[in-house]
């Protein structure tokens, strides 16, 4: 699972449209620097744009031969994203579009729909985005899944289509992208003759062959066991955000990165805690099985290419893999912290946020590393609390569909700060632990703008309301907003009660009233995330990336 992607304009942008920002008197006003911006531009000043480089000194002649090779294999999994989201061929739907600022921002949400703005269209003549995406038949309505008896129908790699004569069946990604997947699969191949790292050799050969086979589950475990690699690859059909139906169908996407060995090396004790520190969760025994995972490990990367999934919208920093809940019981998992990307998140938008809402008394105690960390430990809670049902309901990914990706968003960011709060304790992490509550309330501000069409807002505005609620932080008259300490860390440990309940209980009626009730904006809230909006902060970045980028062929 990754930490990813309410920023809304106030209207929905369309081809020819323009944004309803003005006052009704139709005079604007000059402090708001957003009425001078074209709807086209306010669309693009969302995003601000990040150069990936990283140090590559480190690396030997072969690790560099290596890296082109998986920026072309990452490039073929944007291909097949903008398949699988978007229902009709790239070129074609970008041909029509002859706004050039429209056709960029289109190319930023891999079709025509905002995902910063719960997934509106942008462009005219496209209407609501299809929950299941292009995994299923449009004209295909839930009661026919659910009446279909189809032992395979929620894999996580085939497509729905119809036969001939109209019924439903599956096609397995390696048919239905088989062009697409070979020429990856041979790019991987490619690359592995420079992997001099055994581990590193071995996952991408098995990589490799699960491309074409779509069988993963020995190369996560390759994956998992490999150790002293100082180039990483994560590529296939993973996350299943996309499919906003069901849950059940993974997206294609692949990310390029550079390990960090020295800052890796302080996070290596944190992974030998877990254990006890899932016995301490605040929940009844039978919610917190033991964790018997002996291959997890944390590490810090400088990430040189994102592409497909993992590319779209709301970019990720941090990374918990994989998410097969077998492989994730026997041998636990991997947490990526893509170090360069936070930190340019932290000072080009993090920090801007938290000066405009956080109380000046408290603004002195966000920091970077409190940041880091935050971010850090929801990675590693998403390997805590439970995986499979306690009641025969499956797993809690099955049993919660379409809620399962944003309450698992919401429990690892929950946990995380649980873990914070124990670790001080014990004395395993530096600073004062008022640094990382303030830190954690900024950082909600900067994630629920990613809106309620993406699973991490959807997580932040639960957590932002439920906080409220509890009274664990306060709205002052001047619009900024002061941490209560002691009720916050109550109103953590109560939540993360209530959410691990619901997911051992596979309780989807429970999750779907809690999303109902609290996984929206209330009014108070968008008038401050329109300060934002006024201010010129961006939700989010888009990337200069590639071979030229790292000078490289």
Not at 154 to 163: A, E, I, M, N, T
Not at 242 to 271: C, H, N, P, Q, T
Not at 449 to 455: H, I, K, T
Request: with cysteine; glycine share 8%; proline share 3%.
């Amino acid at each position: 699972m990754r930490t990813k992607k309410l920023f809304i304009l106030g209207c929905t942008i369309l081809l020819l449209a323009s944004c309803g920002n003005k006052k009704k008197t139709g005079t604007a006003d000059p402090k708001d620097s957003t009425q001078q911006k074209s709807p086209q531009d306010l669309l693009l000043s969302k995003y601000t744009t990040v150069r990936l480089e990283a140090d590559m000194g480190a690396l030997t002649e072969n690790e560099k031969k290596m890296i082109p090779l998986l920026i072309d294999a990452a490039k073929i999994m944007d291909e097949l994203f903008w398949e699988q989201t978007l229902g009709e061929p790239k070129e074609e739907f970008l041909a029509k579009i002859k706004d050039e600022k429209l056709k960029q921002f289109a190319i930023y949400n891999y079709g025509p729909w905002d995902r910063l703005d719960d997934n509106k269209p942008f462009i005219e003549g496209y209407g609501v985005k299809p929950k299941g995406a292009n995994f299923y038949p449009t004209d295909m309505d839930t009661t026919e899944f659910q009446n279909w008896k189809e032992p395979g129908k929620k894999g996580l790699y085939s497509v729905v289509r119809r036969d001939e004569g109209g019924k439903l069946k599956l096609i397995k990604y390696s048919e239905y992208y088989k062009a697409k997947l070979e020429q990856a699969a041979e790019l991987i191949k490619q690359a592995a003759q420079f992997a001099d790292d055994p581990g590193l050799n071995k996952y991408l050969h098995l990589r490799h062959e699960a491309l074409l086979s779509d069988e993963y589950q020995a190369s996560d475990i390759a994956w998992m066991e490999m150790k002293t690699n100082k180039i990483d690859f994560v590529v296939g059909p993973i996350e299943t955000y996309e499919d906003a139906l069901y849950g059940y169908r993974s997206s294609f996407e692949a990310y390029v990165l550079i390990k960090d060995m020295e800052w890796s090396k302080k996070l290596e004790k944190y992974v030998a805690m877990l254990p006890d520190l899932q016995q301490g969760l605040p929940v009844d025994k039978k919610y917190k099985p033991s964790l018997t995972g002996s291959k997890a490990d944390l590490n810090a990367y400088d990430v040189v290419y994102y592409a497909g999934e993992g590319n779209s919208g709301g970019k990720t920093i941090a990374i918990n893999l994989p998410n097969d809940e077998e492989v994730h019981v026997k041998y636990g998992s991997r947490r990526l912290q893509l170090k360069n990307v936070m930190r340019a998140k932290f000072d080009k938008i993090m920090m801007p946020i938290a000066e405009e809402l956080i109380d000046p008394e408290q603004l002195k105690l966000i920091n970077f590393d409190a940041f880091f960390s935050t971010t850090m430990f929801h990675e590693v809670a998403h390997g805590l609390g439970i995986k499979n049902t306690i009641n025969g309901k499956g797993t809690v990914r099955e049993a919660l569909k379409d809620h399962a990706s944003a309450l698992e968003e919401g429990k690892a960011d929950i946990l995380g700060l649980y873990m914070i709060t124990e670790l001080h304790k014990m004395g395993e992490i530096e600073g004062q632990l008022e640094e990382f509550y303030v830190t954690f309330l900024a950082g909600i501000f900067r994630s629920v703008r990613f809106g309620a069409g993406e699973a991490h807002g959807v997580a932040n505005m639960i957590r932002f309301n439920y906080f409220k609620e509890k009274g664990a932080f306060e709205r002052g008259s001047n619009g900024k907003y002061k941490v209560n300490f002691d009720k916050m860390k109550d109103a953590m440990t109560s939540l993360s009660t209530l959410i691990l309940t619901l997911q051992g209980d596979g309780d989807y009626a429970g999750v779907d009233k809690l999303v109902k009730e609290k996984g929206k904006i209330g009014e108070e809230l968008q008038a401050d995330l329109d300060r934002l909006d006024a201010k010129n902060i961006p939700v989010d970045v888009v990337f200069e990336q590639g071979k030229d980028v790292l000078g490289l062929k």
